[in-house]
């Protein structure tokens, strides 16, 4: 079993940036896989945002390359998502998931971009 805990999530002005942090608790050894996804209300597909492995390679969404960085801390069981240069569109709910056997998910933090 894994737990995730998020955090960071907030409101911010267009152009401004946020970190959002998940930490990861329980079974860590078997995590290979993190990210960050966001669902838009009105039935709109989850985005995948962002992925990183245990080895540190990193894959973005078209949408937010060049503005969101994912990196791992492993010795603090954690992942980030620095996110700038925000738009109004990427207004959302963010939820962490860590790929284990199973794959485990945050209980999510919104992000609310203000023009």
């Known amino acids: 079993q894994v737990q995730l805990v998020e955090s960071g999530g907030g409101l911010v002005q267009s152009g401004g940036s946020l970190r959002l942090s998940c930490t990861a608790s329980g079974t860590i050894r078997s995590i290979n896989v993190m990210g960050w996804t966001r669902q838009a209300p009105a039935g709109k597909a989850r985005e995948l945002v962002a992925t990183i492995t245990s080895g540190g390679s990193t894959s973005y969404a078209d949408s937010v390359k060049g503005r969101f960085f994912i990196s791992r801390d492993n010795a603090k069981n954690t992942v980030y998502l620095q996110m700038n240069s925000l738009k109004v569109e990427d207004t959302d709910a963010y939820y962490c998931?860590?790929?284990?056997?199973?794959?485990?998910w945050g209980q999510g933090t919104q992000v609310t971009v203000s023009s």
């Open positions: 998931y860590a790929d284990a056997v199973l794959r485990y």
